[in-house]
């Protein structure tokens, strides 16, 4: 069974950063592409950004396209978010998980971890 364990989350003023991290544990990590996701009260869960198996291609959504960065170490089983710029809409519980294809979103492992908590105060 796969898990998934995001971490790195917290309480920042509108325009510090955090770096958010994803353990995963298993044996195919390097296999697949790799993405962030966030939810919030009331939507729904929200692409946020998504990564190659090798890490050479990177795919984000519009709304944090040039503030985030996806990054992964495969040696280390862990995939990791840079956010800079924060902006209290940016305030989210977010998730990470296998997707089919870095521009695909269609996530592969059913259970999800528990994300971590991203609070933007203005």
């Known amino acids: 069974q796969v898990h998934l364990v995001e971490s790195g989350g917290g309480l920042v003023q509108a325009g510090g950063s955090l770096r958010l991290s994803c353990a995963v544990s298993g044996r195919t990590f390097s296999s697949y592409a790799m993405g962030w996701f966030r939810q919030v009260p009331g939507k729904g869960r929200e692409f946020v950004a998504a990564?190659?198996?090798?890490?050479?291609?990177?795919d984000y959504a519009d709304s944090v396209k040039g503030r985030f960065t996806i990054s992964r170490d495969n040696a280390k089983n862990t995939v990791y978010l840079q956010m800079n710029s924060l902006k209290p809409e940016d305030t989210a519980v977010y998730y990470c998980n296998a997707v089919a294809s870095y521009r695909s979103n269609i996530v592969l492992y059913e259970n999800w971890g528990q994300g971590t908590q991203v609070t933007v105060s203005s």
């Open positions: 990564i190659s198996w090798s890490g050479g291609s990177t």
